[in-house]
Nanobody, 119 residues
Framework: QVQLVESGGGLVQAGGSLRLSCAAS????????MAWYRQAPGKQRELVAQ???????NYVDSVKGRFTISRGNAKNTVLLQMNSLKPEDTAIYYC?????????????WGQGTQVTVSS
């Protein structure tokens, strides 16, 4: 089992910045990749940014050049630095971990943190 706890959401004006943090605990050795997803009201959850265990990253086109996913200084922590925020970035942001143990894949989710960008 992997537990994920997010922090860092809030309300910010357009053009501002926020940094989200996700702390993983439990069977973290089984994690292959961690990611941030978001879900806006009335929309499907979408992948925002992903980082694999070897450090490769990928981003949804709408956040490229504005968001950066990285490992935090604390062990088993992943960050999402969000700059030049736009109202359309408003959503609940979820931390995700994909793990594999004994040949079985698992997907874990955090509880979500609200990000609201005002115009």
């Amino acid at each position: 089992q992997v537990q994920l706890v997010e922090s860092g959401g809030g309300l910010v004006q357009a053009g501002g910045s926020l940094r989200l943090s996700c702390a993983a605990s439990g069977s973290t050795f089984s994690i292959n990749a961690m990611a941030w997803y978001r879900q806006a009201p009335g929309k499907q959850r979408e992948l925002v940014a992903q980082m694999t265990s070897i450090g490769s990253t990928n981003y949804v086109d709408s956040v490229k050049g504005r968001f950066t996913i990285s490992r935090g200084n604390a062990k088993n922590t992943v960050l999402l630095q969000m700059n030049s925020l736009k109202p359309e970035d408003t959503a609940i942001y979820y931390c995700n971990a994909d793990a594999r143990k004994l040949g079985i894949s698992y997907r874990y989710w955090g509880q979500g943190t609200q990000v609201t960008v005002s115009s």
